[in-house]
């Protein structure tokens, strides 16, 4: 999964938590220093890449999955970005979307050749 993004908020360090969800309202999350995958410290209105090779829809049945991937101020986590992916593993559509959390936005580039 790869994708740009632009903070409205300065931090030193950045923690990344995916969920996915499923069916019957379940859901699966992971958590994880986002600096691994990015460019830490981030700065206000500076665009940034994020790219991560962890796989997220191995060995899942056919179906559409939402994810939601929030990057947030390790020391507050008020201060966030969010992507929402639909994914619909079985089928050709991948549809990405943007949602933006606590009045923060973030410019948003999805590359489908890294999900």
Known sequence: MSFQFKPRFNATRLTSKVNRYM???SAQDWVFDACNDTTCPVI????????????????????NYTYKWELFDKNDYHNMCCVQVIVAVGQENISPNIHNAT???????????HS
């Open 23 to 25: 069916a019957r309202g």
């Open 103 to 113: 009045d923060n936005e973030t410019d948003y580039t999805y590359d489908p050749q």
């Open 44 to 63: 206000y209105g500076t665009k940034y890449n994020y790219y991560s090779s962890k796989k997220y829809i191995e060995n899942l049945p056919v179906g």
